[in-house]
């Protein structure tokens, strides 16, 4: 089972900014699409930003302009840099990476907002 691991969440005050960072094995290849998903207390889980292997990108309206998603292919990297951050973006952030037979999620990292 692939692991893929996510970091850098934490607890900010609102307006603060956080970089989140995803992983995923090296030699892991035929990734088409690498995501960032969130879930709230109570609830369903959000899409929130995409990117292609070719560098297309996709947001959420709510993130829109406050965050950008970018990956580093040499590191089978993905990142989600999170600005003007509001208490309502507190949520576990999750990755997932799909590609061709691949789709492959990681455990999650708590982002809290709060003054």
């Known amino acids: 089972q692939v692991q893929l691991v996510e970091s850098g969440g934490g607890l900010v005050q609102p307006g603060g900014s956080l970089r989140l960072s995803c992983a995923a094995p090296?030699?892991?290849?035929?990734?088409?699409?690498m995501n960032w998903y969130r879930q709230a207390p109570g609830k369903q889980r959000e899409f929130v930003a995409a990117?292609?292997?070719?560098?297309?990108?996709n947001y959420a309206d709510s993130v829109t302009g406050r965050f950008t998603i970018s990956t580093d292919n040499a590191k089978n990297t993905v990142y989600l840099q999170m600005n003007s951050l509001k208490p309502e973006d507190t949520a576990l952030y999750y990755c997932?990476?799909?590609?061709?037979?691949?789709?492959?999620w990681g455990k999650g990292t708590l982002v809290t907002v709060t003054s």
């Open positions: 090296a030699g892991l290849f035929s990734i088409i699409l």
């Open positions: 990117i292609t292997n070719g560098g297309i990108t």
């Open positions: 997932n990476v799909v590609g061709i037979g691949i789709n492959y």
